[in-house]
Structures are given as structure tokens and as C-alpha cells.
């Protein structure tokens, strides 16, 4: 597969702060690329260089085979932004808005189609300022698809969007990406990350710390599964501990909590059963994309 976007050393700093201290990436056509980071990392002003919309002190940057600085006019009609501070006039209505940025490209998407699809029909003749934020939200995603991009950033598609708005999004980028568009998504939330996303970038301090699939970032942290269940007769912990494949045990009440590697639960259940034990609300916790973050990045996903 061709890459659509490459981006080399990136380096970016706002007078004494670095933001971005070494940033390197390939986004391949047709795939959604996820950015995923813990606040401050560097994820807004990376995508920002890679639309163009600030200078990098070092590094190269190209979209389509484009330097995004020296090429903006080009790279304009085959790139949509969605940016987190993306703001319209108050009084300039949602289909004014959307058929005016039509007017902007050579080929624009249907733009009622966007319009349906996002759930804003019913607030075509609404002015920006009299939208929620959500709305707001769900209408910068269509001004960025609206030029019938070859490539879209979105950045925190989702966030201030309820559940069921956020679900009926996912379904519309599927839709876009099945339409052959190359999508770059910075994002807070790992169930959009894992749901969405073909591969991800961890960034940490201005740095790229991984870039996997999301089954792969997760295996890649290594991270234990986690065997719960109430024994259904009294077990003493070193019949378990003493075990190679488990690492750990705690109680939680009447609950015991054993970690260990991807063949605990096989040693686990065999010793119960040696034992005349049975495995009562046995459940297996496996590793989540979340864990895999907060190891690989030592920070916390914010919840926004
Ligand atoms: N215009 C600016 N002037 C000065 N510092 C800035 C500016 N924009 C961002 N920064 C700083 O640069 C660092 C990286 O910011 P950036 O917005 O790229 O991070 P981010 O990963 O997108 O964060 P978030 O998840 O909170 O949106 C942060 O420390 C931020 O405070």
C-alpha cells in the first residue's frame, strides 16, 4: 500500500516549550490512523504541521506527495481538517456553512447527504451559534468531509458527542473510509481507538513510543490476563502462587483475583479441580488498550 502521509523527525517548539520533540509516521492509503497521547503530548500541533497550519522547525512533512507549507493551495483540495478549535461565524446557518465550503472545492461531496448522515437535517436553517456543542461538534466533521477529501484529520472526532451520536459517527467514518479515504484520528477514547482505528501512534513528551494495531499495542505492553472467581470452598493461596504461570494473587471479599501469563487459567483450573474446587462467576479480565497506554505512555488517557 502507498504511503499518503510520511512525516520525518518532526520537531516543533512554542518559544520555550518543546511540544513536539521527535515525531516520525507513515499513514498508508485507505487506512484510519489513530493518535493517541496523554494531554500535552504533542498530538494537536503534529496534525496541525501535517495540514499545514503551522511550521515545523525541523523535520519533513508529505500528504499526497505534497510539502503541506509549500503546496497549501494544492494540498487544500485534497485534504479535510477537523480541527478542536474550528469555529464559524454566529449568525452563518448549518446548510449556508455546508454549501458554502462546497463552493470551495472542484468536487464536493452531497452535502445534504453529509447533513442527514450526521444527524443535522432538522437544523439546516439553525445559525452556529445556536447550536449545541455537540452539534457544533457533528458540524465540523461534515465542513471537513464536505470538499470530498482524499485525506481527513479529524481531531477528537467524537469528544462532547453522547453516546448514541458518538456510535452513529463511527458508522459514518466507516463509511467514508469504505469510500477510499485515508483517515488520521486524534483521539482520547480507547474504545474509538480500538474500535476505529487500523493502526495508532502512541505519542508521550513529543515522541512516537509505538505504533501498532490495537491488538498489537496491547500484546506489545505485555500486559497479564486476570482470572477472578469464588471458590466454592476454601483454597489456600500457595496452592496457586507456587504455580509458574501465575504471577499474583489478592481477594477482593469472597472473590480471588490471580494474575498471570496466557496459560494461568489452564494451571489455575487444574489445581481447583485436583482440589475439588469449584471455580464459582469465573471470569477472565484480559488486557485492555487502556492498560497498554497507561503502561506504554506512563500517563493516563483523559476521560473528556
Ligand atoms: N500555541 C501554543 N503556544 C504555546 N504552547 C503551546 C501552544 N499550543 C500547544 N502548546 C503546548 O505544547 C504542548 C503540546 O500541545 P498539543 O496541543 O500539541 O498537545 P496534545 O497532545 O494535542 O494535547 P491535548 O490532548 O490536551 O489536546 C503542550 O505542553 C501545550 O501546552
Known amino acids: 500500500m502507498p504511503a499518503v502521509i510520511e512525516v520525518h523527525d518532526l520537531h516543533k517548539r512554542y518559544a520555550d516549550k518543546v511540544a513536539v520533540e521527535d515525531v516520525s509516521l507513515t499513514v498508508q492509503e485507505g487506512e484510519i490512523f489513530g493518535i493517541l497521547g496523554p494531554n500535552g503530548a504533542g498530538k494537536t500541533t503534529s496534525v496541525e504541521c501535517i495540514a499545514g497550519l503551522r511550521t515545523p522547525d525541523r523535520g519533513t512533512i508529505t500528504v499526497c506527495g505534497l510539502d503541506p507549507h509549500r503546496d497549501r493551495a494544492e494540498l487544500t483540495r485534497r485534504l479535510g481538517v477537523q480541527l478542536q478549535a474550528g469555529r464559524l461565524p454566529d449568525r452563518l446557518r448549518v446548510a449556508e456553512a455546508l454549501e458554502l465550503y462546497a463552493s470551495f472545492y472542484p468536487a464536493p461531496a452531497d452535502w445534504r447527504g453529509l447533513m442527514h448522515g450526521l444527524g443535522l437535517a432538522d437544523k439546516a436553517r439553525t445559525a452556529y451559534g445556536k447550536l449545541s456543542g455537540g452539534q457544533k461538534q457533528r458540524l465540523s466533521i461534515a465542513l471537513a468531509l464536505v ?7 479529524l481531531d477528537e472526532l467524537t469528544t462532547g458527542l453522547d453516546p448514541q451520536a458518538r456510535r452513529d459517527t463511527w458508522e459514518l467514518i466507516e463509511g467514508v473510509r469504505a469510500s477510499g479515504v485515508t483517515i488520521v484520528l486524534v483521539t482520547h477514547f480507547m474504545e474509538e481507538a480500538e474500535r476505529l482505528c487500523d493502526r495508532l501512534a502512541l505519542i508521550d513528551a513529543g515522541r512516537v513510543v509505538a505504533v501498532d494495531t490495537p491488538a498489537g499495542l ?87
Open 218 to 304: 496491547t500484546e506489545r505492553a505485555r500486559i497479564e490476563q486476570r482470572i477472578c472467581f469464588r471458590p466454592s470452598r476454601p483454597i489456600e493461596d500457595h496452592l496457586l502462587t507456587s504455580l509458574p504461570d501465575v504471577s499474583g494473587l489478592t481477594r477482593r471479599g469472597e472473590l480471588v483475583v490471580v494474575s498471570g501469563n496466557d496459560n494461568a487459567l489452564n494451571a489455575v483450573t487444574t489445581v481447583l479441580a485436583r482440589n475439588r474446587i469449584v471455580a464459582e462467576r469465573l471470569r477472565v479480565e484480559q488486557a485492555s488498550l487502556e492498560e497498554a497506554f497507561v503502561q506504554l505512555t506512563g500517563g493516563r488517557p483523559d476521560p473528556r
Open 147 to 153: 470538499g470530498n477529501p482524499r485525506v481527513a484529520i
